[in-house]
């Protein structure tokens, strides 16, 4: 049971992986090209997803282009009054 439970989450996680690099934007992914982190996920179990996700994952942006609600934006309550 154990071992079926390691060899899901390794599937897993590259499937998440997978879909992650598919939907990243080229020119925002770090140290490789797109088409070859793919292939790194997909053929290197374990350290490949590891890998991708410490070195080659765009970077956060978090903070800095922060969707706003309509109640948020100063422009729109103005329009309001």
Not at 47 to 69: E, K, N
């Amino acid at each position: 049971m154990g071992r079926i439970l390691i060899i899901l989450a390794v599937v897993m996680l590259t499937i998440y992986c997978v879909v992650e690099v598919a939907q990243s934007q080229p020119n925002r992914i770090r140290a490789l090209p797109k088409w070859l982190w793919a292939f790194v996920v997909i053929a290197v179990p374990v350290i490949g997803p590891v890998t991708w996700l410490l070195a080659g994952r765009p970077q956060s942006t978090s903070g800095q282009y922060r969707s706003l609600g309509p109640d948020d934006d100063e422009d729109f309550l103005r329009g309001l009054r």
